[in-house]
C-alpha cells in the first residue's frame, strides 16, 4: 500500500498516488534488505489465513492453539535442515477476522487452505499505497458560532489514524487545555526508537506500530533513518492527523506562505495513531493488525488515507475487511479514494460500510507570475520563499525529460529551465548545473489547471496546463528567448473560484459495485498546510537540507482527514448516531454550489463536476449537524448487500461467520441497500425499468412535512417517479419509506455513458438532498447486482 498524497516527485509517475510506493523503491529496499547472519533460505512469501471460529476441533482449546498446530503440521516446520526457515506466525487476529498471519512457502500455503475450517488463505501484499491554516474556514466552521462552538471542538472524540506514524514534538499535538482520556479507553503509548509512552499526553493519547508484516517479506525496519516505534519518518501520518484533529498553532506556515492559525478540524479530539507503514511499505497484514487494535483500544472514528491503484475484491482487501468490522462496532471510517483520477472507475474504498473521499482546491493561492521576453505576463502559483520582483531578463529553455543526463551546465547554465511535471528533486539537479530557474507546466492536458505546489529551493514557479501552453507557443516564436520570474510573496485568499475537485483525485463509478456512486463527498486536498517532522526532509528526498514545523502536500490522502475531523464534531454532537447516519447528514447536506454559486467544476477541463468526481458535493459540517432526516444502515443490511453481489460462502467468510443465509436478498430483484445516494445501470433495451427503495429516519425535534423533488439533467434519456411525493414525520427517529422508479427512454449504445440527477426531500426548514448517477452500458458484466 502507499500513502494517498501527492509527493514531492508527483507526476513522473503519472499522478498514479501519493508519496508513491513503485517498483523502483521496492527494488531499493529488496536490495538493502538484510537477512540473518546464519544465511537461512528467505520466505518471500507471507500469507493471511482466514478462519471459521466454530471449526475448531474440540480437543483444542484455544484459536492460538489450533493456530499453531496448524503450523506444526507443516513439514517443514518439523526439519532438521538449519537452511530452511520455518514458518511463523507474527499476527493473530481476533476482531477484524479470526484467523493469522504466517510466513509461508506457496505449498505450505495451499495445504493449510485445505483444513477444515480454513476459509481462505491468500498472499499478504505490498500494493497498498499511502494515498490547515485556512481549511476549515473554507468549509464554514467558525470560532465565534455553529458547531465548534456547540460540539466544544469536537472534545473527547477519539479519532484513529492508520498511517506512518507521529511526531510527538509538533505543537499541533500539545494537550494545552485539555482534559484526560475517560476510562473507556483501552489504548496505549508502546515504546520503541525514540519513542516513549512519557511522550502521550492528553492529546496524543495512543500510539503503537507494526512491523511483523513488513519483516516478515524481507524489508529492513528499524534503521536509523526508519525508527522501530510510532514516530514518523515520512511525515503522511503527522501531516493528516493534525489535519483532522490538531490543536491550535498560532503563527505558522512554511516559510511565511500560508501564514495563520493552523488546526484540526476537530481541534479538542483525542489523536491515537497506529503505524503500519515503513517508508513506501504497507503491508496488508500490518494494516489489518492495526485496525484491529484501533477497534479494540476504543477509537470513535477511523481515518484511512491509503488505498491501492489497482482493483481487488472486497473479500481479498484488508481495509474493506477492517472497517467492517470498525462499522460493526460503531466506527466512522473515512477512507480516501485515490489518487488516479481523471479517469473513470479508478476510485478506490468503495465499500459502502466506509466514507469515501476525494480531494478539491480551497480559495488560497501562492501568487507568482512570468514575463515573456514579448512582453505577455503567464500566471501561475510558487512557494518560493523570497520576494522577487525586478529581475533582469535572462534566458529561457524548454528541456522535454528532465532529468540529471539532461540538465547539464553546458545546457542550462544561467537559464530559465522549463520542464513538464517537474518534482522538487528536479529543482536540486538544476540549482546543482548552475540553471537560475525553473518553470513547471503540466504536461498532460488531463492534468489541466490544477497547480500541485512544490517547495522547490530555486527560483521557480508552477503553471496550468492552458498557460504552460502559452510559454511553449511564445518560446517557439523566437530563436532567443527571455523570461523574468516575479515573486511577490502574497497568499491571497477568497479571490479563487474554490472547490474545485483536483485532476488526480479519483472518479467513480465503482468498478466492482457501479450501483453503489462512490466517492460520497469532496473535501479539501489540494495544497493543504499541516504539521511536519522536523528533522524529515520537506520534499521527501535525502539531499534536502530544508526542514520545517509545517508543510504543504497535496492528494486525498489530505482530504480525509477532513472528513474523519468533521464526523468528529458531529459525533460529540450526536453520540447515538450510526456511522451509517453520520455519513448520510454529510452527504445530503453537501454543497455543489462553489464560492461563486455556480456548479463547482473539474480542474482538468473547467468544466461542470459531476457526482462521479465529488459525489454529493463539497463537506458542510454546519449544515450536516441538522440535516432534518438520515438514511440509517445496519450491520444486516451490509450482510444482504454482500449477498446481493453472489460471493460464495468463503468469500463472505471473510466478513461475517458462516453459515450466510442470502435468500432473502436474491428473493428481492429490487432490493437496494439504504444509501443516501443512488446508482442506477441500464442496459442494451428501452423501456428498461429499475425501482429503489429507500428509508429516512427523522433526526430533527419537531414535527415535519417534507416533499419530494426531483431534479433530473437528464429528462430526455430517463423518466424518474417518487412515491408518495409527501412524507409526514412526528417525532424523532421515526421512519418513513418510498420507491423511486427510474425507466430508460433510451437503450445503451456506447460501453458507457452517463447521466445525473438529484431526488430532494425538502421543506422551510430542510432540505436532504440525494445524488443519482444512471449508467447506460453495454458491457454484459458492468451490472453486478443479481436477484
Known sequence: MAYLHLPMNLLLSSLLLTLLFNSTSVAAWKSSASFPSQQLVPRPTSYIVHTLNTSRPAHILSQTEWYR???ELLPNSQTPNAT????????????????????????EAQIISEHDGVIRVYRDQLSIELQTTHSPDFIGLSTYYGIWQE?????????????TGIWPESQSFNDSGLLPVGSR????????????????????????????????????????????????????????????????????????????????????????????CWHDVCTHSDILAGMEKAIEDGVDILSISLGTSRWIPYYEDSIAIGSFAAARHGIFVACAAGNSGPRHNTVGNTAPWVTTVAAGSIDRTFTANVTLGSGEVL?????????????????????????????????????????????????????????AGLISINGDPSAGETIVDESYTLPSLMLGYDEGRKLLAYLNSTTRPTARLNFDGHTIIGKKRAPQVAVY??????????????????????????????????????????????????????????VAGAAALLRHMH????????????????????????????????????????????????????????????????????????????????????PVNCSDAHSDPNWDLNYPSFGVVFKNQTRQRVVRRRTLTKVSDLPENYTARVVNLVQEKVEVIVKPEMLDFIGPFEKRGYTVEFTSKVSANASFEYGFAYIIWENEEHQVKSPVVFIWSTVPEFNSYSG
Request: a negative charge.
Open 69 to 71: 498446530s496448524l503450523i
Open 84 to 107: 530452511v526457515t520455518k514458518p511463523q506466525i507474527f499476527y493473530e487476529y481476533q476482531t477484524v477476522m479470526k484467523g493469522f498471519a504466517a510466513t509461508l512457502t506457496p505449498e
Open 151 to 163: 460540539s466544544n471542538l469536537g472534545d473527547d472524540v477519539i479519532i484513529g489514524l492508520v498511517d
Open 185 to 276: 479507553w483501552k489504548g496505549k503509548c508502546e515504546n520503541g526508537t525514540r519513542f516513549n509512552s512519557s511522550m502521550c499526553n492528553n492529546k496524543l493519547i495512543g500510539a503503537r506500530y507494526f512491523n511483523a508484516g513488513a519483516k516478515a517479506l524481507g524489508f529492513q525496519v528499524g534503521d536509523d533513518d526508519n525508527f522501530t516505534s510510532p514516530r514518523d519518518q515520512a511525515g503522511h501520518g503527522t501531516h493528516t492527523s493534525s489535519t483532522a484533529a490538531g490543536s491550535p498553532v498560532l503563527g505558522a506556515s512554511l516559510f511565511g506562505k500560508a501564514n495563520g492559525t493552523a488546526r484540526g478540524l476537530a481541534p479538542k479530539a483525542k489523536i491515537a495513531m497506529y503505524r503500519v
Open 379 to 435: 500566471f501561475g502559483e510558487s512557494l518560493y520563499f523570497e520576494v522577487m520582483n525586478g529581475m533582469d531578463m535572462l534566458p529561457i529553455i524548454s528541456i522535454e525529460l528532465c532529468y540529471d543526463d539532461t540538465l547539464v551546465p553546458s545546457v542550462i547554465m544561467g537559464k530559465i529551465v522549463v520542464c513538464p511535471d517537474a518534482w522538487v528533486g528536479t529543482g536540486f539537479l538544476i540549482e546543482a548545473a548552475g540553471g
Open 505 to 562: 483525485s479519483s472518479r467513480g463509478p465503482s468498478y466492482e459495485v457501479p450501483e453503489l456512486p462512490k466517492p460520497d463527498i469532496l473535501a479539501p486536498g489540494n495544497n493543504i498546510l499541516a504539521a511536519w517532522p522536523s528533522e524529515v526532509p520537506l520534499s521527501d528526498d535525502p539531499i534536502d537540507p530544508r526542514r520545517s514545523d509545517f508543510n504543504i502536500l497535496s492528494g486525498t490522502s489530505m482530504a480525509t482527514p477532513h
Open 575 to 658: 453520540p447515538t448516531w450510526s456511522p451509517a447516519m453520520l455519513r448520510s447528514a454529510m452527504v445530503t447536506t453537501a454543497l455543489v454550489l462553489d464560492n461563486r454559486d455556480r456548479t463547482i467544476i473539474a480542474n482538468e477541463n473547467s468544466q461542470d463536476a459531476t457526482p462521479l468526481a465529488f459525489g454529493a458535493g463539497h463537506v458542510y459540517p454546519q449544515a450536516a449537524n441538522d440535516p432534518g432526516l438520515v438514511y440509517d444502515t445496519g450491520f444486516e443490511d451490509y450482510v444482504k448487500w454482500l449477498c446481493k453481489l453472489n460471493y460464495t460462502s468463503k468469500q463472505m467468510g471473510s466478513f461475517v461467520p458462516l
